[in-house]
């Protein structure tokens, strides 16, 4: 699949999923200032893509105009538990790195399930994305958004009733659209 095709339906998700259903109060204004970096990986293992987030870090860590990552992986770690279970080799990278504390990684996947919810629960919608993503982000940024917030506890518990509101069947059937529009492409 053409690398522009998966950035654009990326783009697509995160303008409307996240910033439209207002899941993240905070994307707007880093998308509308292009401090948004969209990157498609071409790792086939993990091993490469493991490669590709120590060079996205490391850009990041050079570039202070590039607010967040999104590395978007669609060759390698399609299976959820897999890509779960990889988590654990990022936040080891950071550490190898000594940039944790700096930066964090925000998991999305397509079949993303949080613990204790059934794969087909709404509120797992607002943690799925039409490929696996690894959003890089810096912890000060982070931090300062959540103290401009007026109540950012509020946030996912918002989020999960929306999702609920909405239902399993409205979320999956956008977030199909989306994906079908970069495999007709």
Partial sequence: MDKSVIETATRQWLEEVVIGLNLCP????ELVNNRIR?????ADSEEALIADLQAELRLLHE???????????PGTLTEFDDYNDFLSAADGLLELLELDGVYQVASFHPDYRFAGTGP???ENY????PFPVLHLLRES??????????????????????MKQL???????????????STDS
């Fill in 167 to 181: 239902g399993a069947e409205e979320l999956f059937q956008t977030l199909s659209r989306i994906q079908s529009t």
């Fill in 141 to 162: 940024s982070v931090a300062g958004a959540v103290d401009s917030h007026p109540n950012p506890d509020s946030i996912p518990e918002r989020n999960i009733a929306l």
């Fill in 120 to 122: 087909e629960d709404a």
């Fill in 126 to 129: 607002t943690n799925r994305s």
């Fill in 38 to 42: 969209f990157v498609v990986s071409s």
């Fill in 26 to 29: 905070f994307a707007r204004k």
């Fill in 63 to 73: 570039h202070l105009e590039i607010e967040t990552t999104l590395l978007i992986h």
